[in-house]
């Protein structure tokens, strides 16, 4: 097995609405904003190679949607998800596998692009299977009031029209091979995943929403973009500590400057241990 890093670019998100409840004088120290409160954030995402398979877990915010959408959250950094695949050696037409956490436009947007007439939508990654989960899909196709403007059927409604949809089966599917199980959260959106990967001796948790970056360790530090952050609570706690017990190397979806960390016991509760890229293991 190989993990590469697909790095997809930067975007800007509130830091208020980043970090919840928590005051900016706190968050600010990890996560600093600029004179519009905004902070920066990564859209990172991780290919691996598992024998025959090579699968994508998320794939950025896509580049299909008009200049009035992307004007609200300031595109930046030149890595690319095309660009940062070619560096792997690959093309999204050797994709077997597009693994999606949850389908708000940051995390699946990259997955569907207009068809070369511009007359409609085709898959970016022709030749793989898309997996969602059947909870999830559900939530996402009949969008609450609140996540409405995260889901975007364009982003969506094409996957399962292109008939490329799978449905991951359950808790700790083994649908994309031995060496990777999957947990659901239901804090953050409903029934989102997260995939725990066997690397190397070690585990790697891809943490999607679930911990956007080290700012977010300590546990009241939620996001108020959560649909339930009281249950967001019980779920980082109970993973955070089994994380830190079975010393997971957790891999950052959203931090800007950080591509992995570890987690360590302490008088204040579980804290950040060290930070690394994912090629130093």
Known sequence: MKLHVINTGNFKLDGGAM??????????????????????????????????????????????????FFSHYYLSGNETLQS??????????????????????????????????????????????????????????????REKASFLKENI?????????????????????????????RGHTDAMMI?????????????????PSVGHIPLPYVMGYDTRPLLTLTEKEKFLNEATENEYVLFLEHDSVNECCTLQNTEKGIRLKDTFNLNEL
């Open 157 to 185: 409604l094409p996957i399962q029209e292109s008939g490329q949809l799978k449905f991951i089966d359950g808790e700790h599917s083994k649908q994309l091979g031995e060496n990777i199980s999957i947990s659901y959260m």
């Open 195 to 211: 995939p725990l990967i066997n690397y190397k001796g070690k585990k790697i948790a891809f943490m999607a929403d679930l911990l």
């Open 19 to 68: 970090f919840g409840v928590v005051p900016k004088t706190l968050w600010s120290k990890t996560n600093p904003a600029d004179d519009n409160n905004m902070c920066n954030w990564s859209m990172r995402c991780l290919l691996i190679e598992d024998g025959n398979r090579l699968i994508l877990i998320d794939n950025g915010i896509g580049d299909k949607q008009d200049a009035k």
């Open 84 to 145: 940062s695949l070619k560096k792997a050696g690959f093309s999204s037409d050797d994709i077997t596998d597009m693994f999606l956490t949850h389908l708000h436009f940051d995390h699946c947007g990259g997955s569907i692009k207009y068809n070369a007439a511009k007359t409609g939508f085709e898959t970016v990654f022709k030749n793989a299977t898309y997996w969602s989960n059947h909870e999830h899909w559900e939530w996402a196709t009949k969008p609450n009031a």
